[in-house]
């Protein structure tokens, strides 16, 4: 028995002891492996807070902010809630974590969120024609963007204006105070028509988000004369400039006053290709468009319900191929930024500035300076967007281009600072609305 019982005894006091040591050993690779975790958690944060979506991490930010945060959004990502910065160039994900589809965009405010509005673009060779319409997206903070689906939806009806498979590029939305409704206006090239047509579309919807529904399309100022006329415009049209131009720098046998392409297009409406819009403060609306072949910038005033135009329009620029002209103004002044035509490829932006929208304007250079100046930072404008609550404070809109595979297009915001009255524009890797103090 007691050998029984001093055998088990032994047995007990070995087992006690490895139990012990089993115990202490237990303690040391848990604590080995608390250890671990702790330095990869570390590890994993720090390359979060180096990239995450094509932003970085708020490193202002401790963990428990980030927690509660997490808390309260339950529906969304933990990355997406990060995003603090901006990125140019780099892949810009969506609050489903898509790449955002909104190429040759610009942006509304109102209500206190940002909506961003652009060409939806697809894989492939058909990529640059419409195929589904213009997508939506929605911001509080200019980070972060909800989907918010397609505004306007291309036409099955092959005879419709906006029939899938034209071009649509370009769209801009305002909101139009005395009717209460949102109008969009974008460049529209019919089906099977190349870039001949050179029309200005336009919709309308009572939500920002949409659905548009689309009212027409048509060139402008059919049967008006620009406030800057000349005597040459008003001449009788000979046959030799009626016969069809490529619509690139370069294809004019001759200068455009010379050629007289206002004048030949006087009874069926200007020619409108790349465009923009500017809401003055107020309230009158302006479109501006490359036309005369695109050798020539138009300045318009559209109607009091932003639908139609006035009639009062401008041409400037004549013979300097301003592509993607986006409008703003800072300080009393109203400034361009555009950019030569080269097809899809970049090339050296222009700024100039006037002290009335249809007034005397003044060409100020290239507004980007430093490395990939001349081809603005491998982009071309699409948009000036004026941060709200920063007065004077405008971040430069772009595109970067990738005509072999469009939706893979990239969106370069940067910052316009000013060099007395001049903007600039310098290339940053990232940057974020602090930037403007
Ligand atoms: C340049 C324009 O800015 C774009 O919107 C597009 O029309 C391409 N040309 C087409 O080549």
């Excluded at 012990?20 to 390359?47: D, E, P, T, W, Y």
Aim: aromatic content about 14%.
């Amino acid at each position: 028995m007691y050998s029984i019982h001093a055998s088990f005894s032994t047995t007990k006091l070995t087992h006690n002891l490895n139990a012990m040591n089993f115990k202490k050993s237990i303690r040391k690779i848990f604590s080995f492996q608390f250890f671990l975790f702790i330095l990869v958690f570390s590890v994993g944060l720090n390359v979060a807070g180096q990239e995450i979506n094509g932003f970085s991490i708020d490193k202002g930010k401790n963990k428990s902010d980030f927690q509660a945060e997490n808390n309260k959004e339950k529906n969304q990502s933990k990355n997406e809630l990060l995003l603090s910065s901006f990125r140019p160039g780099e892949i810009w994900k969506d609050n489903n974590g898509v790449h955002i589809n909104a190429h040759g965009g610009g942006i509304l405010f109102h209500k206190g969120t940002y909506y961003w509005f652009g060409e939806h673009k697809i894989e492939g060779s058909l990529g640059n024609t419409a195929q589904v319409g213009v997508h939506v997206y929605s911001s509080k903070d200019l980070y972060i963007w909800k989907d918010e689906g397609i505004a306007l939806k291309v036409s099955d009806d092959p005879t419709s204006d906006i029939a899938r498979g034209c071009i649509l590029e370009r769209p801009k939305v305002i909101f139009n105070k005395k009717t209460g409704k949102f109008v969009m206006w974008f460049h529209l090239e019919l089906l099977g028509q190349g870039y001949d047509a050179a029309r200005s579309g336009v919709a309308v919807s009572d939500s920002p988000t949409g659905p548009f529904t689309f009212l027409r399309s048509f060139r402008p100022n059919a049967g008006y004369w620009p406030v800057n006329v000349q005597e040459i415009h008003k001449r009788p049209v000979s046959d030799n400039i009626k016969s069809k131009y490529c619509g690139g720098k370069g294809c004019l046998p001759s200068h455009p006053d010379t050629l007289n392409i206002l004048g030949r297009d006087f009874k069926g409406g200007q020619m409108a290709r790349d465009m923009n819009l500017f809401v003055d403060d107020d309230g009158k609306a302006y479109h501006i468009y490359s036309s005369e072949e695109n050798s020539t910038l138009h300045i318009s005033q559209l109607s009091d319900d932003y639908i139609s135009y006035s009639g009062r329009y401008g041409r400037f620029f004549s013979n300097r191929y301003m592509e993607g002209a986006a409008m703003f103004k800072a300080k009393g002044k109203y400034y361009l930024i555009a950019s030569d035509c080269t097809g899809w490829a970049p090339n050296a932006a222009r700024s100039a500035v006037s002290e009335s929208v249809l007034g005397i304007w003044r060409e100020l250079g290239n507004p980007a300076v430093g490395a990939d100046s001349e081809t603005t930072f491998h982009s071309q404008s699409t948009y000036i967007l004026p941060v709200k609550e920063k007065r004077n404070q405008f971040i430069f809109m772009g595109d970067r281009w990738r005509p072999e595979n469009a939706i893979d297009g990239r969106y370069i915001w940067l910052p316009i600072e000013f060099e007395g009255d001049r903007p600039v524009i310098r290339w940053k890797q990232e940057w974020s609305l602090n930037f403007f103090k």
